[in-house]
C-alpha cells in the first residue's frame, strides 16, 4: 500500500478541490474545509484502505477530535472505484 499512498493523496486533493472544498494546514497537517467543517484522510495499512475523518468545527479540528466517518478499501477495489465511490459519498453526505 506504501506505493499507493503518494498519488492517492493527489488524486484526493484534486477531488476536494474540485467539489469546493478548502485546503488548509491545521497542526501541519493538510485538512480540508467545507460549511465550517473539516476533513482529513488518514491511510491506515492494518485496514487497507484510507479513513475519512470528520471534525465538526475549526476548534476541535485544531485539537484533533475528528470522528471516522468513511473507510475506503484500496486493497480490495481498484483505484478509480475508490475514487469513484469517494466522490459519490463526498456529493451524497457531505456536500449537500
Partial sequence: MSNYIKPCEKKMNNLLISLGFEEKKINDLKVYNHKDSYYKFTFVEGLGGVVLEYAVNLNDAKKN????????????????????????????????
Fill in 65 to 96: 477530535l475528528y470522528e471516522d466517518c468513511e473507510i475506503f478499501r484500496t486493497d480490495k477495489d481498484s483505484e478509480q472505484q475508490v475514487f469513484n465511490d469517494m466522490e459519490n459519498i463526498l456529493r451524497k453526505y457531505y456536500l449537500e
